[in-house]
């Protein structure tokens, strides 16, 4: 019954408003005792708005502090729906999402491109062929089949292209992601490429016969953020077994599935100190930490426990496949072979784990082994690595498909382990001059996670004495130096470095709900994003808010 009566209260007043010469009104928070007669109405002018105000249709809720945010049905997106919403925009207030982002990108004009759109998009740092944009992308490509020019769209066109996609779109139009100005941080990045490039130490590793065939040249930088920012250099799309890369991913498995207290009564936390392949334990007879191959080899053997080589290694290709956004993610069979062929190390801590006791009851040491080869030789590229790596970086939900893929408690246990000992013997010097988790492998990879911000993964097939990549090490130390990415960076104080975090300056604001000057503010510029609005503000002086939905937002 408030419902009702406050929306006829508004209406009424919104149509004696109208008769005012001043266009654009705006409504705003108000207070209210628990009827709808005691509700007052603050209107302010919105002069900015006075061309975009006549398009739009927005409908005004007031729902009480501490309540669930109630909305009517989805409006119905059919002509007659379209030709009534049209009829309300003469009496309208706010531009609605769609329209605005029209404004933003058509600057002025009556029709855009859908070059346009795309190179604007670009900019954001979002991809055509982004999942989350499918819907938007189709509907694009089955519009400009439809225009006399088959190349720019109206509008009312263009509204309906996006409307599948707004808050994606409103989001990063309006510089909302993890990294605002994502064209200048690109520019570092590639910057950064450059001056490693010119690296010319370190040997291909060949005591795998078929890691030796890479060039010495090949070397890529790829990056994916906790929002979805993709940027590449370099050659990005050429596959590269995942080899040690490979450790963490199946780890971050093992405690998905069986949690860390299960996982750890055979696997330690510890740095071990030494070689990665070396033929020794810690004084409870366990592996160090999953990181070396005694640990990777016993964390293998906890995979799908009871099932066959063949469902286990399905099984973990589904997670890896899942945590790159199903983008590539295959298998190097002739790797495989080439590494059991020489894998008399691996065969002989294999044994000594055997003699030791440290597997499962009942395990098969030798099928053990052969997965272990198998899941070392799962290819990649830097592209859908870069993605496991977000993935790692967003808390277990890959930021392309949405879809969570690890518990949280795996996420954090396994960054844990990357930090203290993911780059071999030089896990120690890599944690205190980037101090960021890293694992590396010695097909060249560098799988490097800037928690709560992006995944990157390097590849470049020269190693040094300690097998990690020259290139990549020098790549992720210059990215430390320039951005306050360091786990022990002081971001409020730390004036030296870069934060690509703050655009202009300003610490980047995450979504929430905006102060009526805030709002007008930003509706002068650039479209509004009300994805959540709380309807519990903290404001002492305001027992009632009144929300607004706009209309085609797709949560």
Known sequence: MFHFRLATALKELLKANLKCPAAGWLASRHRCSGSASSCGLQLLHGPAYRAAAA??????YCVKAGGELKLDEAKKKDDSAEAAADKRRNAGILPSLEDLLFYTVAEGQETISAHKFLTALKTTGLRTGDPRLKECMEMLKDLLKTTPDGVTLDRHQFKKCVQSNIVLLTQAFRKKFVIPDFQSFTSHIDELYESAKTLSEGQVADYIPQLAKFSPDMW???LCTVDGQRHTVGDTRVPFCLQSCVKPLKYAVAVHNHGSDYVHSFIGKEPSGLRFNKLFLDEDDKPHNPMVNAGAIVCTSLIKQGEGNAEKFDYVMNFLKDMAGNEYVGFSNATFQSERESGDRNFAIGYYLKEKKCFPEGTDMTSVLDLYFQLCSIEVNCESA????ATLANGGICPISGERVLSPEAVRNTL??????????FSGQFAFHVGLPAKSGV???ILLVVPNVMGIMCWSPPLDKLGN?????????DLVELFNFH????????AKKHDPRREGGEQRQFFGPMDYESLQQELALKAPLWKKVSATESHQDTSTTVVYRMDSVNE
């Open 220 to 222: 890529a930088v790829s």
């Open 55 to 60: 398009s739009v249709h927005i409908r005004p």
């Open 469 to 477: 990549s020259v290139r990549g090490i020098q790549f992720c130390t």
């Open 416 to 425: 844990s382990l990357m930090h203290s000992c993911g780059m071999y013997d």
């Open 443 to 445: 097909s060249g990879g």
């Open 487 to 494: 786990n022990y960076d002081n971001l409020r104080h730390f």
């Open 386 to 389: 870069s993605v496991m790596a």
